[in-house]
């Protein structure tokens, strides 16, 4: 399994920053064949750089301050190696579209050989950080990310009935797999496709009006500007209620305005 499983082809002029992971070019370039690709690494040869179209060569200095400009950030050891792994998790997150999504990978803390390892009184971390798939989580839940997706890695065929015995939960053979991918999305699939249908102006309207409904901010005289918007915009019932669902805070409200406008 690898990586680049998590992309789909795409002929858009998407774009996509390569963090020190030349060796997925080529894919991409087959995958993604009218994106546009930076990629940050220290030294390339002319090779590499002819399949990019742009190289920066300080992976600090030269990130981006711009929001919301890469589609994909493919970071395959931000997790395993330097000890500023949460600051750049941060950094890509500020630099992903609505709709983007980074992609890394970590060795597996609960992988048995680890835990033979550790049963024998030896630990060799080779200076690659290990995390269990639960840490990842609730790290990349702090950095704001919405919907995280993973898919094994390097597994190995090996018995895991010992450590089963011991308590070892496998759920989905995790404990003889040695790496996890990771995708992790800025937003949810559901905000995700709401956010693609109508322009920023016209969502950020549509929100403003729903919050002063919910909290009687001239109520009346919001449902009909909310209700022209809706005429004027083309905004069908099904993507009204989603976006209800999504901006309106109390349930009591989303209910009511939901059937007020909808039903």
């Given at each position: 399994?690898?990586?680049?499983?998590?992309v789909?082809?795409n002929?858009?002029?998407?774009?996509?920053?390569?963090?020190?992971?030349?060796?997925?070019?080529?894919?991409?370039?087959?995958?993604?064949?009218?994106?546009?690709?930076?990629?940050?690494?220290?030294?390339?040869?002319?090779?590499?750089?002819?399949?990019?179209?742009?190289?920066?060569?300080?992976?600090?200095?030269?990130?981006?301050?711009?929001?919301?400009?890469?589609?994909?950030?493919?970071?395959?050891?931000?997790?395993?190696?330097?000890?500023?792994?949460?600051?750049?998790?941060m950094?890509?997150n500020?630099?992903?579209?609505?709709?983007?999504?980074?992609?890394?990978?970590?060795?597996?803390?609960?992988?048995?050989?680890v835990?033979?390892?550790?049963?024998?009184?030896?630990?060799?971390?080779?200076?690659?950080?290990?995390?269990?798939?639960?840490?990842?989580?609730?790290?990349?839940?702090?950095?704001?990310?919405?919907?995280?997706?993973?898919?094994?890695?390097?597994?190995?065929?090996?018995?895991?009935?010992?450590?089963?015995?011991?308590?070892?939960?496998?759920?989905?053979?995790?404990?003889t797999?040695?790496?996890?991918?990771?995708?992790?999305?800025?937003?949810?699939?559901?905000?995700?496709?709401?956010?693609?249908?109508?322009?920023?102006?016209?969502?950020?309207?549509?929100?403003?009006?729903?919050?002063?409904?919910?909290?009687?901010?001239?109520?009346?005289?919001?449902?009909?500007?909310?209700?022209?918007?809706?005429?004027?915009?083309?905004?069908?019932?099904?993507?009204?209620?989603?976006?209800?669902?999504?901006?309106?805070?109390?349930?009591?409200?989303?209910?009511?305005?939901?059937?007020?406008?909808?039903?």
């Open positions: 399994m690898s990586i680049l499983n998590f789909p082809p002929f858009l002029p998407i774009t996509v920053l390569l963090v020190e992971a030349e060796e997925f070019l080529s894919g991409l370039r087959e995958i993604l064949p009218a994106a546009r690709i930076a990629l940050l690494k220290k030294e390339s040869s002319p090779e590499v750089k002819s399949l990019c179209d742009e190289f920066k060569a300080d992976l600090i200095d030269e990130l981006p301050t711009a929001p919301k400009i890469f589609d994909i950030i493919l970071a395959r050891d931000v997790l395993t190696v330097g000890e500023n792994f949460y600051a750049m998790l950094a890509f500020h630099l992903l579209t609505d709709s983007g999504y980074l992609l890394t990978q970590f060795y597996n803390v609960r992988f048995v050989g835990l033979e390892r550790l049963r024998q009184g030896r630990f060799i971390n080779n200076e690659q950080r290990l995390w269990a798939k639960a840490d990842v989580v609730k790290l990349l839940d702090e950095a704001i990310y919405k919907e995280i997706h993973f898919l094994p890695g390097e597994r190995k065929n090996i018995s895991s009935d010992d450590w089963k015995r011991f308590g070892f939960d496998d759920f989905n053979e995790d404990l797999t040695i790496t996890w991918l990771v995708q992790a999305c800025k937003c949810t699939a559901e905000v995700t496709a709401l956010k693609d249908v109508f322009t920023p102006n016209v969502r950020a309207e549509l929100s403003r009006l729903l919050h002063r409904i919910e909290y009687d901010i001239d109520a009346e005289e919001n449902f009909q500007r909310l209700k022209n918007l809706c005429e004027r915009e083309g905004i069908f019932d099904d993507y009204l209620s989603d976006f209800i669902n999504q901006v309106v805070v109390h349930a009591a409200a989303r209910d009511s305005i939901r059937n007020r406008l909808i039903n």
